[in-house]
């Protein structure tokens, strides 16, 4: 079952084109992870989908909801959580976290309590008085706490420390569980491989990459380190063999996952007296399209 669908969504700001015609889909429990630098158009595709911003062209639908036009009944049943939280000054935390619920509807006061808890926040200090971090827990409270259906949340580890981020992949785990949904934006690369189920990677407006993370890596390739009683002198004439250096009596190199099976048995016949291989990662594939490149923001 689809909760958001973004089809062909693109935002002009005058000339500038800030998104180009992306395409998203969230299903029910579902952890979508929504990646790219500063700049890409995670934070632009965001409003839109908020109803803040309206967008040039296509269409962005929640619960099968037009995300401008119904954006006061969505907002019922959806949490969100910006990475820069601005709270009001003269409320204390706790009267914050109360506010929130009540505008969700929401009255299990134990789950407040237990969050609480568990992100180790004082909800009685006024919020001028908050760290970054400790306004980040106040909104990620508010959000956890109530009885949503879709999470958004744009950057929400920002300025926690990292038991805290420990917490919050535990609460992002848990409703999952209960079968809530999760769009997170996210420039941390662990956070998203961790918790998420599907990954699109956002670059200058478009969306280059999209998929499982299985589905991903195998775009990627896998890092190798062998070693062998014979010389191994014509590795680099292999299809799908990369980066090939030589040190310590070992030989480093890269393959393309598709060739891994073809290159195995070809090493294997010069007595390998030691094989260690790692998995390709995200980050593998998120510098792959991003090497040498700084976003700007938006």
Not at 49 to 69: E, H, M, N, P, V
Request: net charge positive.
């Amino acid at each position: 079952m689809s909760i958001l669908q973004v089809s062909n969504l693109t935002k002009k700001f005058g000339k500038f084109t800030a998104l180009d015609g992306i395409n998203l889909e969230v299903n029910k429990g579902e952890v979508y992870g929504f990646i790219g630098p500063n700049g890409a158009g995670k934070t632009t595709t965001i409003r839109i989908l908020l109803g803040i911003s309206k967008a040039t062209k296509g269409s962005a639908t929640i619960f099968g909801k037009d995300a401008w036009k119904d954006a006061v009944e969505i907002h019922k049943k959806i949490a969100y959580v910006p990475g820069d939280v601005n709270l009001w000054p003269n409320l204390t935390g706790g009267e914050v976290i109360d506010l929130f619920i009540k505008l969700r509807r929401s009255k299990n006061k134990s789950r407040r309590k237990e969050l609480i808890k568990r992100f180790d926040l004082d909800p009685s200090k006024k919020c001028r008085t908050y760290s970054k971090g400790n306004r980040q827990k106040v909104a990620l409270i508010a959000a956890f706490a109530s009885d949503a259906d879709f999470y958004i949340l744009d950057e929400p580890t920002s300025g926690l420390d990292p038991l805290m981020e420990n917490i919050f992949q535990e609460c992002v785990t848990e409703a999952k569980e209960k079968g809530k949904s999760v769009l997170l934006s996210s420039h941390i690369l662990s956070e998203v491989e961790k918790l998420c189920d599907k990954v699109s990677i956002i670059r200058e407006g478009k969306i280059i990459e999209s998929g499982s993370l299985d589905e991903l890596r195998h775009l990627t390739r896998t890092s190798m380190v062998i070693r062998a009683k014979k010389p191994i002198d014509a590795l680099g004439e292999l299809k799908g063999v990369h980066g090939i250096e030589k040190r310590d009596n070992s030989i480093y190199f890269q393959i393309d996952t598709e060739e891994l099976d073809n290159v195995i048995r070809y090493i294997s016949q010069f007595g390998i007296t030691k094989l260690e291989s790692a998995p390709p990662t995200l980050e593998d594939l998120f510098m792959r399209h991003y090497k040498g490149e700084v976003g700007d923001e938006i």
